[in-house]
């Protein structure tokens, strides 16, 4: 069994910053993408930045400049900074990771049970 598990959400004021960590725990031969998700009330899920296992990036258009992802591949653990909040950043964030359990298996998509983040002052 293979999980994802968030932390480092909270209430900040906007122009504050938080830092959001995802461990992922269990059965673990590989990790391919590790990426954050958000979902606002009302709306969909949308990407907000992703990391391959070397290291590229790729980030939403709404938090570039703002936000960064990094990975520490030792310790299967995505992180998100997040700098400059604004109150359209909150969302319930999600961490989101392409897992091979074995050799023998394929990648399996997994999601953490997310994190809140509030901006509001």
């Known amino acids: 069994q293979v999980q994802l598990v968030e932390s480092g959400g909270g209430l900040v004021q906007p122009g504050g910053s938080l830092r959001l960590s995802c461990a992922a725990s269990?059965?673990?031969?590989?990790?391919?993408?590790m990426a954050w998700y958000r979902q606002a009330p009302g709306k969909q899920r949308e990407l907000v930045a992703a990391i391959t296992s070397g290291g590229s990036t790729n980030y939403a258009d709404s938090v570039k400049g703002r936000f960064t992802i990094s990975r520490d591949n030792a310790k299967n653990t995505v992180y998100l900074q997040m700098n400059s909040l604004k109150p359209e950043d909150t969302a319930v964030y999600y961490c989101?990771?392409?897992?091979?359990?074995?050799?023998?298996?394929?990648?399996?998509?997994?999601w953490g049970q997310g994190t809140l983040v509030t901006v509001s002052s």
């Open positions: 269990g059965r673990i031969f590989s990790i391919n993408v």
């Open positions: 989101n990771a392409d897992i091979k359990p074995d050799l023998s298996l394929r990648y399996l998509e997994v």
